[in-house]
């Protein structure tokens, strides 16, 4: 099927602009507010490798949705590049037609400088790197395999030496846990020219145990950064992006706050996700998704393909987030974010 690049709407109105895709539901960390050991353990059984799309597959549904309207790609975990020669797939994603960005996002573990620049010359076009405390014992307690921070700064700067800057940092706030560390992240990233974003905890899945209380709300986190390092409001970059950006008075850079939680964007999402097996979903939060790797190895036509695309993306009416705003029920079971992408 020739590119056609239609843009699709929702129900609600929303386009299809972003679509991210879990190339793993594997992780060398068990973070507690995404796969604490307590329910990831030895005996966790993930997927199996012929279980998993194919870096070919994944190419063909993206190729379809990019046909669809979407602009940019981001590739998700579990960890990433515990996917073995991933840049050949970045490479590959970076031709389609129509992509305007194609980011991954990482622990930092295993991004080496051989394995940032490999992926830079491959095509890919930012980076995203989760960091949640600056102590070690924060972080260890946090990761739960004692990976020291110092590994994951040493990741920041290979991407920076590759190419891939600014990076962004990514720390998820858990009260009682890291907010402790917010203002040591602020200074430590004040004036390096990366953007620091603050992510509300989140109620992701089924097995981290998240409670409300420990939500620290995005107004505190910005309220405590104005404080000692002032800031003021940026407008974002593009309609439905999920952070609220702020910029330094003094000149130090910009941060970004995604508050999910406190302050739901729903109105504005325009992300599909495209979990490690071939699974289509239409929300984080979403409770199941759509088989697009049956499809795939079924020998479904492209046209088959695209007109299923059509189908899920029309009717989609998901705004989680806001229904438990509005304390309204919601579905309390869902899809681990591990295995869906964040």
């Not at 929702?10 to 793993?24: K, N």
């Not at 993206?62 to 996917?83: C, D, M, Q, S, Y």
């Not at 992701?204 to 107004?219: F, I, K, Q, T, Y």
Request: net charge positive; proline share 4%.
């Amino acid at each position: 099927m020739a590119a056609q690049f239609m843009t699709l709407t929702d129900s609600l109105g929303r386009s299809l602009r972003d679509l991210r895709i879990s190339v793993t539901d594997r992780c060398n960390f068990r973070c507690t507010y995404c796969m604490p050991k307590s329910a990831f353990g030895p005996g966790y059984r993930f997927l199996r490798q012929d279980k998993l799309l194919t870096f070919e597959e994944v190419v063909r549904i993206a190729r379809l949705f990019v046909a669809h309207g979407v602009k940019k790609i981001r590739l998700t975990g579990g960890e990433p590049l515990v996917r073995p020669k991933l840049e050949a797939l970045v490479a590959s994603l970076c031709t389609l037609p129509g992509l305007d960005d194609l980011s991954l996002t990482t622990n930092g573990s295993l991004l080496t400088r051989e394995k940032a620049q490999a992926l830079k010359r491959a095509g890919l076009t930012r980076i995203t790197i989760s960091l949640d405390a600056l102590d070690d014992a924060t972080f260890m307690s946090i990761n739960e395999v004692d990976f020291p921070v110092s590994r994951v700064l040493s990741a920041i700067e290979n991407a920076t030496e590759a190419g891939l800057a600014p990076v962004k940092i990514n720390m998820v706030v858990k009260r009682g846990c890291n907010d402790h560390s917010i203002l040591p992240m602020a200074h430590f990233f004040h004036g390096t020219g990366h953007i620091l974003r603050f992510i509300e905890y989140m109620d992701v899945g089924a097995s981290n145990g998240w409670r409300h209380d420990e939500v620290m709300p995005a107004a505190q986190v910005a309220s405590m950064i104005n404080a000692e390092l002032p800031l003021e409001p940026v407008d974002p970059n593009y309609r439905g992006e999920v952070a609220k950006r702020w910029r330094y008075v003094d000149g130090g850079g910009e941060i970004g706050i995604i508050a999910s939680v406190t302050q739901p964007f729903c109105g504005g999402c325009t992300r599909a996700r495209l979990s490690a097996d071939g699974l289509l979903y239409t929300c984080l939060f979403a409770t199941q998704g759509h088989d697009f790797r049956s499809l795939l190895r079924e020998g479904a036509s492209d046209d088959h393909i695209a007109q299923l695309i059509r189908s899920i993306w029309t009717r989609r009416a998901n705004r989680y987030s806001e229904l438990r705003t509005m304390q309204t029920t919601v579905p309390m079971r869902k899809i681990e974010m591990s295995y869906i992408g964040g």
